[in-house]
């Protein structure tokens, strides 16, 4: 299973951004889905999940101003940001298990199989 993302840029402090990741093939319905971030020097941080159920969870910085979702008769999951910050540039990892009904944390990257190439977010204040 290859993972793309696409959607990241640059924006300005405030902005709103939609960054998305689609698999190439599998069962996707099956697939608990993640998003981590990373900036240099630190490591990966968990941004958001979404269980083969709909289930969604969030890292606490998110603060309400991130929304998961998923679209299976697109194999895809989305991330929809919004007030972002200057504090969120980062390039952002999406993740899959294809196993999505097995009960995991969600929160480890340890928990997905696959992993996408990473789009970079930068935004400027």
């Known amino acids: 299973v290859q993972l793309q993302a696409s959607g990241g840029g640059l924006v300005q402090a405030g902005d709103s951004l939609r960054i998305s990741c689609t698999a190439s093939?599998?069962?996707?319905?099956?697939?608990?889905m993640g998003w981590f971030r990373q900036v240099p020097g630190k490591e990966r941080e968990f941004v958001a999940a979404?269980?083969?159920?709909?289930?969604?969870y969030y890292g606490d910085f998110t603060e309400g101003r991130f929304t998961i979702s998923r679209e299976n008769s697109k194999k895809s999951v989305y991330l929809q940001m919004d007030s972002l910050t200057p504090e969120d540039t980062a390039v952002y990892y999406c993740?899959?298990?294809?196993?999505?009904?097995?009960?995991?944390?969600?929160?480890?990257?340890?928990?997905?199989?696959?992993w996408g190439q990473g789009t970079q977010v930068t935004v400027s204040s």
């Open positions: 093939e599998g069962t996707f319905r099956n697939f608990a």
């Open positions: 979404i269980s083969w159920v709909g289930d969604k």
């Open positions: 993740a899959a298990d294809p196993m999505g009904w097995h009960p995991k944390n969600r929160r480890h990257p340890g928990d997905y199989v696959y």
